[in-house]
């Protein structure tokens, strides 16, 4: 588990990369005709996002070379065959899938607010949504064809790359097929998160791998952390939605719950016999009160489902941290393990 | 101007490359889990289309190295390094980047017609097709990582089917734009154009040349060829909206007219001081009559418009020819000549 130290050191790094990160984004997706595209396009890239991903992509090109942390220009960052690669560009192509992925879920989910912000089919309407999600994944390909990288390197990012988007595309489509189903297994829901949120995570580690030209132990190392640590990142998500007060979320707490959304939690519930869909009465989130959420949480406790999703996410966070005993100890794998650790101990 | 004979010989060429393409289209996108994904990702590919852009790829795959028309396995055609490439697996990249764009644009457009069966938002529901579209987005980006070309010529050919994507976003935005605007230049309508459709023409006829080896020279002119026949294609059609019967164009003859949508027809008419919103009352194009529709050509071919842009179509067929003249004589290089005239006097 985290300490207080490790979660600050967590907190540091991701602070001073996440200005290099919105400083490349500005760089890479300017402001260009047509103005209202490329401004849409921009919008929830800069509503805020802690650039987890970007950190990660930027640590593992560190713990793959040695590189003591913020040690290397992420810019110019030397290759294991001394030639410089444009790391922080791959970054921005992994962030900018996260954003576009977000732009059409919010079509999608007809979630309205994102970020503390409107969506941007609100800001703006669906079709400039739908076209400014267009725009970043083909943005996103094009920023990955451009790092330097040795050109079969380059070629095989791309391939991740690609591959990664069609597995979240195959994500949201089992999740929104989901909502109608009342017999999901606790694996296919294990699956779901896996595609809809854990590979883009592999990518985002195995990628610096790939183009500064690792091994392929080390690729697949670094790919399962990110698997595991991302799947262990949702099923917190989950849990958080439970057991965070309301105002700490930025949302009503309980909120997947009155959706009816199934998670690992509901669905461990049900096979313990719990009547999850009559936990709460309330139709939204606006409806529902505290004590609501306050009692359902105590059914799911009594069922150990909170605890079962919590341990699962312990499970898959320790795997995660096993993946990287193949790099070099250093300070950056270090803090790559303390990321796995604060993906499950972050308050929101 | 293509006699009889020219028209047959492209219509076999795309007949019997209409084949290849088809069944290299199972291959490369079969139905899988989950389904309902693929069944609607694959929906619009198989309600037809004429497979022109993957004929285009072929033939200048062709064209490039010399072969005659069908005489090389278009699944390891030789590079002009001697090595196989899979050109028909890039000719599909493209087929499917195009069938991406209609699903789209159809929720964009509430188009809800296409190749004469519902559109895909209509067929599914909104949120299956922005899934579909996104996942043959990425699905055309995983086939261009696979052709087996050389790594360097791999990744620029990932560059410009990037590029390209991004310019259609910005095409298809202009696109958009333009519904609320009365004041566009027919240069700006020519820019949208270029963008919106004749990028990707461009990318079709350049793609090959990439893969295969070919000097920059030859790689540029393919892709003018591909630009100009493109914008001429698109000028062709907004003239076959209003001078083919409706029953030949599978919707109502004048439709653009009635639903307000600008084309270089109008856009020149206004110029020449004719009341272009005056041309039609009806505000539907099932409301609109043959006669009305008759009136408003008589009006636009007494401004000279309809002319004009005919003119214009036939400009850019020339000059999409002469770019040609790089590339060795050959059967192919002719069929290529000869598919650029098609692209302007097909009836529909």
Known sequence: MTT??????????????????????DEELPIQHPER??????????????????TVTTLAAEAVTGTEPMGEEFRAFTSLDGEPVDVMRAAVAIEVIQSFTLIHDDIMDEDDLRRGVPA???KYDTSTAILAGDTLYSKAFEFMTETGADPAAGLEAMRMLASTCTEICEGQA????????????????LEMVE???????????????????ADEEVVDALYQYGIDSGRAFQIQDDVLDLT????????????DLVEGKETLITLHARQEGLDVDGLVDAETPAEVTEP?????????????SIA?????AEELTARSKEHLKVLPESESRSLLEDIADYLITRGH
């Open 244 to 255: 965070v007060p309301s105002e700490e979320l930025g949302k009503q707490r309980g909120s």
């Open 292 to 304: 609501e959420v306050d009692d359902a949480v105590k059914s799911l406790e009594a069922t150990g």
């Open 174 to 189: 089992l999740d929104v097929a989901f909502e109608t189903r009342d017999d999901i297994l606790p694996e296919e829901y």
């Open 4 to 25: 207080e130290t490790t979660e600050a050191r967590v907190l540091d790094a991701i602070r001073e990369r996440r200005e290099l990160v919105n400083a490349a984004i």
């Open 120 to 122: 941007v089919h609100e």
């Open 195 to 213: 595609l809809k949120t854990a590979v883009l995570y592999g990518a985002a580690a195995a990628t610096p791998a790939i183009l500064l030209g």
């Open 37 to 54: 595209l490329y401004e849409a396009s921009r919008y929830i890239l800069e509503a805020g996002g802690k650039r987890l991903r970007p």
């Open 308 to 312: 079962y999703a919590r341990n699962t």
